[in-house]
């Protein structure tokens, strides 16, 4: 099955970017639809952003609609979340997560998950 790394998160001021990535290994991105979530301190995980396993579909928060954007690689297995006018609520770990089911926003469906990578947002 496939292993996911994510890498690229970061400290910004509020307003500012980032892209964090997914990287892939041991089976190809093609096979699986993608998502990310978060999980900010005493909260539970929530869904950000997801991707079909061709790109063809693509689902996001509320929360996030217009300021976030999920791409996807095959070739080269990655995935990425680039993530403009940040605020501090977006504060958070930042997990990729695949499942060979179709694209969805519930968390349980994801049978992979990556370490997650820090995001922080400072005003």
């Known amino acids: 099955q496939v292993q996911l790394r994510e890498s690229g998160g970061g400290l910004v001021q509020a307003g500012g970017s980032l892209r964090p990535s997914c990287s892939a290994s041991g089976r190809a991105l093609h096979d699986y639809a993608v998502a990310w979530f978060r999980q900010a301190p005493g909260k539970d995980r929530e869904f950000v952003a997801a991707i079909s396993r061709w790109a063809n579909s693509v689902i996001y928060a509320d929360s996030v609609k217009s300021r976030f954007t999920i791409s996807k690689n095959n070739p080269e297995n990655m995935v990425y979340l680039q993530m403009t006018s940040l605020e501090p609520e977006d504060t958070a770990v930042y997990y990729c997560?695949?499942?060979?089911?179709?694209?969805?926003?519930?968390?349980?469906?994801?049978?992979?998950w990556g370490q997650g990578t820090q995001v922080t947002v400072t005003a």
């Open positions: 997560a695949a499942t060979l089911r179709r694209v969805t926003r519930d968390l349980g469906q994801y049978e992979i």
